[in-house]
């Protein structure tokens, strides 16, 4: 297949094929282990053109992990022919599932290493604040007070708490997965929309 | 008074001199713009003799975040005296009042680049973990089903609710700050005691 996979691609082709590979190899490994040699030699090109692409293993690696923040904000988006309530859980079912299969990578993002690089902190904090704006633009239709300036604060208090719970949870512990996403579900009326 | 400064103190006393000087300078400075320099000026030495006492900036600098949170764990001590309610609120209302009084620092050390060095990541973590604990030894005595194993999960979560509302909150905005704290307050009923 080494012929197939040496077929010369246009240089953004080349590069959403290395984010690609990237992007399942962070699948597996955590963003310190995600080896350049590996997935050069996936795409059956030289570890050199691979920088030639990106620039050095910094940028390679920021570009796989905006890869990975566009494909979780893509896999978490609501159906909007669903009620509100069900896209919400929805949403939030998507998210444990898309973290518990890249627990080490998820890990290293929110509170690991990577968050010592100021351009990784950016991706994060941009993908929480997209995350936190699919929230207040579904404002009305979810019952809450839209117009309360505590709305904010709220939204983002919760999804850091999604996040710790997410964390904290361990998948072969004495929490099921089910209590784990009703207590995340549970807590954004509780705390966000105040009720009980 | 340069006389005074400059008494000779046994290792010790000097080692701790510097670490207090430092929490003080960290109460107006990010971790990033605490300087060496002052401090050492300030204590009526020099850096050299600074850098003997704790072996590199980065040293220095972890034994006064560590000593930060020592002094944040200890002013947020409950009163055992006090209803448990009461303990409660006055831990938040204390950690509250000690954030904003070191915004920077903690922005930095939570989320910022000081993350990125596992010692730092490793007193940050072992405070969350003492905050958290204080929470659980308690936990009969605020009403908390002791023996779930859901609660732990749930305190580190709304602790995390907690760091998060206090830095999205602010502080000249338009929710006030009881608002914010019972926010904070109501919402750790609601998700870790599961009550209205």
Do not use: C, N
Not at 74 to 95: F, G, K, M, N
Not at 133 to 145: E, F, K, W
Request: hydrophobic share 45%; charged share 30%; aromatic share 6%.
């Amino acid at each position: 297949m080494t012929s197939d996979r040496r077929t010369r691609l246009d240089p953004s082709e080349r590069r959403a094929q290395l984010v690609e590979l990237g992007v399942h190899e962070l699948a597996e490994h955590g963003l310190h282990d995600l080896s350049v040699e590996t997935v050069a030699a996936r795409a059956g090109i030289s570890k050199a053109l691979l920088f030639h692409y990106f620039g050095s293993k910094r940028r390679y690696r920021l570009a796989v992990v905006a890869a990975v923040a566009d494909d979780l904000l893509a896999r978490t988006e609501p159906d909007p022919e669903q009620p509100p309530d069900v896209q919400l859980r929805q949403s939030i079912v998507d998210s444990v599932e898309y973290v518990s299969a890249r627990r080490q990578l998820y890990l290293s993002l929110v509170r690991g290493a990577a968050s010592g690089d100021a351009e990784m902190r950016e991706i994060v904090d941009r993908t929480r604040s997209a995350l936190v704006a699919r929230i207040l633009d579904g404002a009305t239709d979810l019952g809450l007070p839209s117009d309360d300036p505590l709305l904010p604060v709220a939204v983002r208090s919760w999804l850091a708490l999604a996040e710790e719970a997410i964390i904290a949870w361990a998948p072969d512990g004495p929490v099921s997965l089910d209590r784990l996403l009703d207590f995340v579900e549970s807590s954004f009326y509780r705390t966000v929309a105040g009720r009980p």
